[in-house]
């Protein structure tokens, strides 16, 4: 198994792709730590890798709150005794043109997907230090790298975080951290579901793959980039995207 007795901390791992990677994760062997603000969603995932025999627990955090990602990070080394892998994967869209962009939907989206994504990093990096070891996983989005209509705060936030990756790739490569990003293109979610049907009509036209991805497209890239089989890619971005963003 590529994750056996590794402990495994997944941030919105209670829907969508998060969920597909806590389940493909805990099939490899890992310890994971489902976190999710969906705390029942959370909750129903590791009954889900309970009955497959696997070993996991579920943790209430708001990625966007300090103190909540303290108690997420010191309840997973609790419970586990290590942390080998953070996904960080929570994420949110508030789509409206430039125009119609509200300050308040600016900054909820920055707080989640960018602040959200820099304390769960800084909140591990002590014990992965420690350790000597440790694998870095950030999501990215074609949005961030390509641009997408009614994304203007999305689309920044998907930008930074591969910014930050790279460097932190460069800060902590040297204490056997590899931080790497994945940059989904558009993947079969309940944030999918949410883009008007004229739209995914457009959009399928311009992906080569001719369908949208599905959650474990996106989870066997995270499952890669979480085993040793990536021990030497560091500071990279794999895009899982059908060939949309050629
Ligand atoms: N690509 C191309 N054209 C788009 C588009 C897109 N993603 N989104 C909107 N448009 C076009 C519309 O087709 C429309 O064109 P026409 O005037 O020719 O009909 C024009 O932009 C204006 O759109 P609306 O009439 O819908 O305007 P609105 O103000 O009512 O809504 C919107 C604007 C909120 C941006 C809405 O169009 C929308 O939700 N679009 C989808 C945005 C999107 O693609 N979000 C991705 C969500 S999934 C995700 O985020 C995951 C990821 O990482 C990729
Ligand atoms: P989803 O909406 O299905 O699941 C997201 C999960 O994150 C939910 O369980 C939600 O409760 C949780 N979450 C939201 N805010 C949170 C917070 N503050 N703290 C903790 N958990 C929180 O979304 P999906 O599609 O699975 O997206 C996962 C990641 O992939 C996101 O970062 C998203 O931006 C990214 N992505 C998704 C794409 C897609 O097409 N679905 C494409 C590119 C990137």
């Known amino acids: 198994m590529r994750l056996q007795d590794k402990t495994a901390i997944i941030t919105g791992a209670g829907n969508g792709i998060g969920k597909e990677a806590a389940l493909t994760f805990s099939r490899e062997g890992a310890n994971v730590v489902v ?20 070993n996991g627990i579920a943790i209430k955090v708001n990625v966007a709150d300090q103190e909540s990602v303290t108690q997420m990070v010191q309840e997973a080394v609790n419970s ?35 602040t959200g994504v820099f304390y769960c990093t800084q909140a591990v990096i002590p014990k992965m230090v420690e ?28 930008a930074g975080v591969v910014g930050m990756t790279k460097s932190w790739a460069k800060e902590f490569g040297g204490k056997g951290i590899n931080v790497n990003a994945v940059a989904p293109g ?45 021990d030497y890619v560091n500071g990279t971005v794999i895009h899982v995207d059908g060939g949309i963003m050629m």
Do not use: C
């Open 80 to 114: 586990f005794g290590s942390v080998d892998i953070l996904v960080n994967n929570a994420g949110i869209t508030a789509d409206a043109m430039l125009h119609k962009l509200t300050p308040e939907n600016w900054q909820k989206v920055i707080d989640v997907n960018l």
């Open 186 to 230: 558009f993947v079969e979610t309940s944030m999918v579901a949410k883009v008007p049907d004229k739209v995914i009509e457009k959009l399928k036209m311009t992906i080569p793959l001719n369908r949208l991805g599905k959650p474990a497209d996106i989870a066997n890239a995270y499952l890669f980039l979480a085993s040793d089989e990536s």
């Open 131 to 158: 350790q000597g070891k440790g694998k870095i996983i950030t999501t990215s989005s074609v949005s961030g790298v390509y641009g997408n209509v009614g994304q203007t705060n999305y689309a920044a936030t998907k």
């Open 35 to 54: 976190a999710d603000f969906d705390e029942a969603a959370a909750e129903a995932v590791v009954a889900e890798i309970k009955e497959k025999g696997g």
